[in-house]
């Protein structure tokens, strides 16, 4: 079974990747990031989680058409995103997408109403700690699942629903039946707000009190509003609601092994590092019937002839074609698609299987290897080629043929003006 080791909290501030990058290790100025990171890092090397499971929020970088409350990375890998001036010089970092899926059936059993996500970078809010956290300049010794809170655009979730992730994150992990070591972070914060003319508020002894919170009372902070929150600790501040997340997938008891804080310009840099004390009672429901109760809604569904669910699982391993299909959405793509095909597939990372699939049009094949049949549509239409062609290719019958199946002889597709 998967174990919980233990948490951690840390801002995630670009000014900690500024350190790094510019390696501003010994300047006095500077020093304390490190200093107060240091604790966190050597026990982190020491207890060598498999899994980071990292809860913090993207700067309207990779989330901006699509803003939702809890969205959970799902993929193979993560590159650092672009944030204006370029991607920082960091390896890709491994996803966990079987953990990803476990967690996906877990939470969405216990009713949180996840969104799911890959092949987008991850912004400071994610790598600004993990660089200094991390030794990675011959790759990341741990892999990574990312859950990007939405908390910038309002209104998001009360800090109790947080919390309430956060415990039933410590379930889904618990039952998760393969034996590693996963460590939770929490990240944001501490006081801070950075817009208006209110920009630059601050209050330590704020901090220091939800620290203690945090640590010792955490239900105390259940009831505050995202007002309350940022009253106290500036409006970007609120965003420790995702400190409470992590913490509510500790254990009620928690050893402390390290705090510090540090205030060089806009937000107070601090960390935490929490050892899990286990359970001292077994939870009410076993691992078992919690897995079994978590796959309750798909159970049977490979009873289900000719059918293919989209699952994580298929998602992932079918991303690149799928991702492929999916850019004939635009214009300049498509046309490129249908007058050099063999072009665009050498200046794509699609394989030797997968470009045969599209070449051939195997229209079934790309099902079986897990294409969703809504990029199947897209290129039909890119193609000319009716939504009855496509079915009737499914079944392996002609189009007359599967048009009879049907009570009227119609064809059509999603090609617009076209
Ligand atoms: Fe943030």
Redesign the pocket.
Known sequence: MATIIGGFAVS?TPTIAFAQDAKKFDDPVWAPIFEGFRPVKEWLAKEKPDVVFYV??D?MTSFFTHYSHFALGVGAEYEPADEGGGQRDLPAIKGDPELAQHIANCLVADEFDLAYWQGMGLDH?AFSPMSVLFDHEAGWPVKIVPLQCGVLQQPIPKAKRFWDFGKSLRRAIQSYPKDIKVVIAGT?GLSHQVHGEGCGFNNPEWDAQFMELLTNDPEALLDKTVVDLAKLGGW?GA?VVMWLLMRGALSPKVNKLHQSYFLPSMTAIATMLFEDQGDATPPAESDEALRERSVRELKGAEELAGTYPFTIDRAVKAFRINHFLHNLIEPEFRARFTQDQEALFAASDLSDEEKELIRSRNWIGMIHYGVIFFMLEKMAAVLGIGNIDVYAAFKGLSVPEFQKTRNAAITYSVAGKK
């Open positions: 995630h913090y929020n700067h809010g944001g970007e965003e």
